[in-house]
């Protein structure tokens, strides 16, 4: 170990860490993972490792990038009944010197969790919903719910966000934290009908989201339900849209929607960004996001490099 461990803790994390700067980043890192080889990525399938007495899960996320050089491991756990008192998930990043395995830095890694997840998403939407961007629905209304609403509202020019939760208490906290305008839904039905994008980003283990109500041409981007047998979509959304995921091999591991409804899988985001895939941007599309630790890797060498320029200068 190095002989002062430096620590970034959220605040500087989230200071640090723009927008501006991430969605280029992660857009060359899913490239470069669905490439034909690699592109230099080293990532194997998450360990998740269950903690059956307290209902939790510890998940292990190691990646390498060749073309940051970037060495890093990301310690999650989620720790889903722990909803809504405190926050379901809570992430450490370990950045190592990847020419010799010294641990440079340890940082907060919830809030590059939350940034990064909320970019991919809005990167899948980019390539995949070109046009009619008017009306975004949010299901769900944690911290990965406001980190999408941010960037959503930031990239593109929605002219109403509608925001459905279950209870009534945590939507309007939703609409307290955001800075934007929110119309609150009393059914996941009323939010969804006349949506051109929809956002499922809950705990929910049974299909929440049908395929009867999705506007024929709308994009979902489907964040939740991470474990191989909970669901947030109903098999009819599931068949009938084109599926892109994030990772084929992370889906068939983890991803009740994928393995439960046996839909198939078009393309990875990545070989959409490549140009290896094509974007069927006028049928109905679900983006299947399970989060890749090489999106971590990325994102926490970007706040590292930020870290030590902001340092460089004030000495
Ligand atoms: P939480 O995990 O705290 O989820 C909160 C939301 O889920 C609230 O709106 C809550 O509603 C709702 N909810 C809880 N149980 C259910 C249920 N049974 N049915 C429907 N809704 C339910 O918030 P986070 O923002 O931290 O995470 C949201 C999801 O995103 C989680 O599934 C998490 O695993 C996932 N995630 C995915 C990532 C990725 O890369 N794909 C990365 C990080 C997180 P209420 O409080 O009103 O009851």
């Not at 470069?32 to 292990?60: D, I, M, W, Y």
């Not at 911290?143 to 509608?162: D, N, R």
């Not at 969804?192 to 999705?214: H, K, M, N, Q, Y």
């Not at 991470?226 to 068949?239: A, V």
Request: hydrophobic fraction near 40%; glycine fraction near 6%; aromatic fraction near 8%.
């Amino acid at each position: 170990m190095a002989e002062k461990l430096l620590y970034i803790g959220s605040g500087d994390v989230s200071r640090l860490l723009q927008y501006s700067q991430l969605l280029p980043v992660l857009e060359r890192a899913l490239a470069n993972f669905s490439s034909e080889g690699g592109g230099g990525v080293e990532q194997p399938v998450r360990t998740t490792l269950p903690v059956p007495k307290h209902k939790g899960f510890l998940g292990v996320m190691p990646a390498y990038s060749a073309e940051d050089d970037a060495l890093v491991t990301k310690l999650v756990s989620f720790y889903p009944a722990s909803s809504p008192t405190t926050s379901t998930h809570h992430a450490t990043v370990l950045l190592f010197d990847p020419s010799n395995g010294i641990l440079k830095a340890v940082m907060d890694g919830t809030v590059i969790t939350d940034k990064r997840t909320a970019a991919v998403s809005a990167i899948a939407t980019k390539y995949l919903k070109q046009k009619d961007l008017d009306v975004l629905c949010i299901l769900g209304a944690g911290p990965v719910a406001v980190s999408h609403y941010e960037i959503f509202t930031q990239m593109f020019p929605f002219k109403q966000v509608k925001v459905w939760s279950r209870t009534r208490q945590r939507v309007e906290k939703f609409a307290e934290t955001v800075k934007g305008p929110v119309q609150i839904c009393a059914s996941v039905k009323e939010a969804v009908l006349d949506a051109d994008v929809v956002i499922t980003v809950t705990l929910a283990t049974e299909p929440i989201l049908f395929g009867e109500w999705v506007k024929p041409g709308a994009h979902v981007n489907a964040v939740g339900a991470c474990r191989p047998n909970w669901r947030e979509l109903d098999d009819e959304l599931m068949k009938n849209a084109v599926l892109y995921v994030d990772s084929r091999a992370g889906v068939m591991s983890e991803s009740g929607d994928v393995i439960l409804s046996k839909a198939e899988v078009f393309a990875e985001l990545g070989e959409v960004v490549k140009g290896t895939k094509p974007a069927l941007c006028e049928k109905t599309t679900v983006f299947k996001s399970l989060g890749m630790a090489i999106e971590d890797t990325v994102a926490a060498k970007l706040v590292y490099d930020c870290w030590e320029i902001e340092n460089k200068q004030k000495s």
